[in-house]
């Protein structure tokens, strides 16, 4: 069972928003910064979102990222299907003195 | 360009051992953090360990606390997993990720294609 819980499954139609949950406590997201990875499997994930909103270079404006209190949120706008993957959220967790993910989310594009 | 290039992985029998590692390329190696990660088959991404950018600071993960050392050699640019008394839980795809100035900082920012890694009698 993972530290950080998101639901199992997401899903949209191409052009909709799509928000991911990804809920912690105390220790990690509500002490710490949330971050937001897109992950084919076998291929190398991709960091989309570090520090709960910044976005790095390369990464599309329709990925964007929240938190609010000890939870994350990642969305996407103007999905689209290539979109569809496994997001993980993950933060450093100050109880356990390391880093904890959620259990992946797999979006679907309808 | 980053680029991160893991290697070691393979087949090994419960109780044995493998030692994994990572050349790294294209920024300036001992300014930054770096971790392993893994992903289980069918399972999502794990973290495993993390290591300051001097390597004066080591961290695991509860799972492979004592079993597992992390270390990085500056002057080759290259991270290091040794991995003891492997079980079959470990049976990963093992990723090399780039992390910030600090293991609890930014998260990871470039990942490598990953090593896999097999314990099965």
């Known amino acids: 069972q993972s530290v950080l819980t998101q639901p199992p499954s997401a899903s949209g139609t191409p052009g909709q928003r799509v928000t991911i949950s990804c809920s912690g406590s105390n220790s990690n997201i509500g002490t710490n910064t949330g971050t937001w990875y897109q992950y084919l499997p076998g291929t190398a994930p991709k960091l989309l979102i570090h520090t709960n909103n910044q976005r790095p270079s390369g990464v599309p404006d329709r990925f964007s990222g929240s938190k609010s209190g000890t939870s994350a949120s990642l969305a996407i706008s103007g999905l689209q299907s290539e979109d569809e993957a496994d997001y993980f959220c993950a933060a450093w967790d100050d109880s356990l003195n390391g880093w904890v993910f959620g259990g992946g989310t797999k979006l679907t594009v309808l | 360009e980053v680029q991160l290039l893991e290697s070691g992985g393979g087949l090994v029998l419960p109780g044995g051992s493998l030692r994994l590692s990572c050349a790294a390329s294209?920024?300036?190696?001992?300014?930054?953090?770096m971790n392993w990660v893994r992903q289980a088959p069918g399972k999502g991404l794990d973290w495993v360990s993390g290591?300051?950018?001097?390597?004066?600071?080591?961290y695991y993960a509860d799972s492979v606390k004592g079993r597992f050392t992390v270390s990085r050699d500056n002057s080759q640019n290259t991270l290091y997993l040794q991995m003891n008394s492997l079980r079959a839980d470990d049976t990963a795809i093992y990723y090399c990720?780039?992390?910030?100035?600090?293991?609890?900082?930014?998260?990871?920012?470039?990942w490598g294609q990953g090593t896999p890694v097999t314990v099965s009698s």
């Open positions: 294209g920024f300036t190696f001992n300014n930054y953090a």
């Open positions: 990720a780039k992390g910030g100035v600090a293991v609890r900082l930014l998260g990871f920012d470039n």
């Open positions: 290591i300051s950018f001097s390597g004066g600071s080591t």
